[in-house]
Nanobody
Framework: QVQLLESGGGLVQTGASLRLSCAVSGRDFSTYAVGWFRQAPEKERELVAALAWAGSGVHYSDSVKGRFTISRDNARNAFYLQMTSLKPEDTAVYYC????????????????RGPGTQVTVSS
């Protein structure tokens, strides 16, 4: 059973940076696609970043392109979301997710998801 656990969320001011981490346990995830979703109150869930198993494919939503970077460290069983130039509209619960099918499109319906971490950006 694969388990994901996010860390690194918090309260920051506009323009700040945060790095979210997702620790993966239970199985070698090196062939999985990984990604980050977010959901704000009364808004739909948004896939903000995704990375294919061999780094061969990457996706960023238009709302975060140029500001967020997804990366993975298979040796450490972890992946990350580096967020810069944060804005109040980035405020949401952020979830990490993984799919056994190692392509970016599989993150539309991930096999595994973490419990989430709150990111709040004050103006």
């Amino acid at each position: 059973q694969v388990q994901l656990l996010e860390s690194g969320g918090g309260l920051v001011q506009t323009g700040a940076s945060l790095r979210l981490s997702c620790a993966v346990s239970g199985r070698d995830f090196s062939t999985y696609a990984v990604g980050w979703f977010r959901q704000a109150p009364e808004k739909e869930r948004e896939l903000v970043a995704a990375l294919a198993w061999a780094g061969s494919g990457v996706h960023y939503s238009d709302s975060v392109k140029g500001r967020f970077t997804i990366s993975r460290d298979n040796a450490r069983n972890a992946f990350y979301l580096q967020m810069t130039s944060l804005k109040p509209e980035d405020t949401a619960v952020y979830y990490c997710a993984a799919s056994r099918l190692g392509v970016v499109r599989s993150l539309r319906s991930p096999d595994y998801r973490g419990p989430g971490t709150q990111v709040t950006v004050s103006s």
